[in-house]
């Protein structure tokens, strides 16, 4: 089984500033991981994916996340926000080739950008 | 890029009638789909996986007389929740996928009100 904590569940911070959303995920498989953000009222959107290769993966509005295997870390993180960045983020690990390869998600991270 | 289309967004309905989500991949072909319920201010619980033409796999808890999920093509997928009760009022999203090793695409939700 896959288990994934996102350490923050609430992290503020000011606009232009730097940010980091931590993921810890444990699993007895090798797994492919996913950022997701959710705005109010809406679905999921992907902003990054890690498969294989590089550690360090940019995805869209300018974040990137890098994958640390021996911490079994993603955190995912972005040089400067904008207010808009405003949302919900969530990790998510699938394991490779088994149960179905569902996705574990954790329990996600509100990130608040103030003026 | 790929686009799930859920429908409808916004249900109100009264206790004891059923309720049907429509779940479309609109420019690919999901191999699986999934249901998710998203209370507030919380994580995903994943509901039931669904492929194409075979029967549902649901989650330990998730009543499969009370939550009916039919998979009838690469592009759909249905859940009807039946004589709903106002404890399963809910935000109700379907998400789909091609392959474990690519992301889920999600629909942007259901809110599910009962009276």
């Known amino acids: 089984a896959q288990s994934v904590t996102q350490l923050d569940s609430q992290v503020p911070v000011f606009e232009e500033a730097p940010v980091e959303l931590r993921c810890n995920y444990s699993?007895?498989?090798?797994?492919?991981l996913f950022w997701y953000v959710q705005y109010p009222n809406q679905g999921l959107q992907l902003l990054l994916k890690?498969?294989?290769?590089?550690?360090l993966v940019k995805g869209i509005n300018g974040f990137e996340a890098e994958f640390n295997k021996s911490q079994t870390s993603f955190h995912l993180r972005k040089p400067s926000v904008h207010i808009s960045d405003t949302a919900e983020y969530f990790c998510?690990?699938?394991?490779?080739?088994?149960?179905?390869?569902?996705?574990?998600f954790g329990d996600g991270t509100t990130l608040t950008v103030k003026p | 890029g790929a686009v799930v289309s859920q429908h409808p967004s916004w249900v109100i309905c009264k206790s004891g009638t059923s309720v049907k989500i429509e779940c479309r991949s609109l420019?690919?072909?999901?191999?699986?789909m999934f249901w998710y319920r998203q209370f507030p201010k919380q994580s995903l619980m994943l509901m039931a996986t669904?492929?194409?033409?075979?029967?549902?796999?649901?989650e330990q808890g998730v009543e499969k007389d009370k939550f009916l999920i039919n998979h009838a093509s690469l592009t759909l997928s249905t859940l009807t929740v039946t004589s709903a009760h106002p404890e399963d009022s809910s935000f109700y999203i379907c998400?789909?996928?091609?392959?474990?090793?690519?992301?889920?695409?999600f629909g942007d939700g259901t809110r599910l009100s009962i009276l």
């Open positions: 998400s789909a996928r091609v392959a474990p090793d690519q992301p889920q695409h």
């Open positions: 699993s007895s498989v090798s797994v492919y």
């Open positions: 890690y498969l294989s290769g590089s550690t």
């Open positions: 998510a690990v699938t394991p490779y080739n088994t149960n179905a390869g569902k996705s574990t």
């Open positions: 420019d690919f072909q999901a191999t699986t």
């Open positions: 669904s492929n194409e033409g075979s029967k549902a796999t649901y």
